[in-house]
């Protein structure tokens, strides 16, 4: 089994990956935001309507639903830089984000750039200098509608070897 398969058995294994959000992303964890499926190129990520996520106007918050967009992005990222070596440090640059439809109900996230993350981590390894990736996730509701799009930008830098 390679470090992808590895880490995708962590990520749908029923209580790790729950541990993990409520330890590191504990309002991701609350708000019902949870993984639908994931494999090296393409990650779906899911965030429900309901009271911890609502904002005033009977709609999914615009926070939540960000965070939903960020994490189908940064799974992929987290697969690719997974026990890698050299280690490969990762942030969140930029964001913009449009909205089309107001989120009422289940909303799933949709990041297909798997293989582009791959290849922008494997460059910022190669050259040892910092690269970074504009990623796209788009949020459809349960009828299939575009709800909300959004461009999350990561960087990725391999860490030195002291």
């Not at 029923?14 to 590191?24: D, E, S």
């Not at 910022?124 to 690269?131: F, L, N, P, S, V």
């Amino acid at each position: 089994m390679n470090k992808a398969d590895d880490f995708i058995q962590l990520v749908k294994h029923p209580v790790k990956f729950r541990m993990f959000l409520l330890l590191k992303l504990p309002s991701a964890f609350f708000c019902g935001v949870r993984v639908k499926d994931i494999s090296p190129q393409k990650a779906t990520v899911t965030v429900p309507y309901k009271w911890l996520s609502q904002n005033p106007f009977k709609s999914t918050y615009f926070a939540c639903l960000a965070m939903a967009a960020e994490m189908s992005t940064g799974l992929l990222a987290m697969m690719h830089t997974y026990k890698g070596k050299p280690a490969v440090s990762m942030l969140v640059v930029a964001l913009q984000a449009t909205y089309h439809k107001k989120a009422t109900g289940l909303t799933s996230f949709v990041c297909e750039d798997g293989e582009a993350i791959s290849n922008t981590i494997a460059e910022a390894i190669q050259t040892g200098e910092g690269r970074s990736i504009k990623t796209r996730s788009t949020g459809k509701n349960e009828q299939g509608e575009l709800v909300a799009e959004f461009f999350i930008e990561w960087s990725f830098k391999a860490k030195s070897n002291r």
